[in-house]
């Protein structure tokens, strides 16, 4: 299993268009094959923080959710807003 965690912080200029299209890339990543877990919350200490953990079965699934969002809406929306993430491999 595969297992991200971490935070995106979103330019306060940034921060509607992003929340917009938050819900989409919500709805597509929990309806790909392998995801297991996929949550981005707002953080209640640090505006315009949102916090990330996301699960997967396996590196396939995890590499697949990757390649998709590198050319979707969610990827444009958040150009060169920098993602602080830790990957992990977690074993059964």
């Known amino acids: 299993m595969i297992r991200l965690t971490g935070y995106i912080d979103i330019p306060e200029n940034r921060y509607a268009e992003v929340t917009e299209a938050l819900p989409l890339h919500i709805e597509l990543t929990r309806a790909e094959a392998g995801n297991l ?7 209640p200490k640090m505006p315009f923080r949102f916090d990330v953990a996301e699960t997967f079965v396996d590196r ?4 697949f959710h990757q390649t998709r969002t590198r050319t979707s809406a969610w990827a444009q929306v958040t150009k060169d807003i920098p993602r602080h993430f830790n990957v992990e491999e977690i074993e059964d």
């Open 37 to 43: 877990t996929f949550e981005v919350t707002p953080n």
């Open 60 to 63: 396939k699934a995890f590499e």
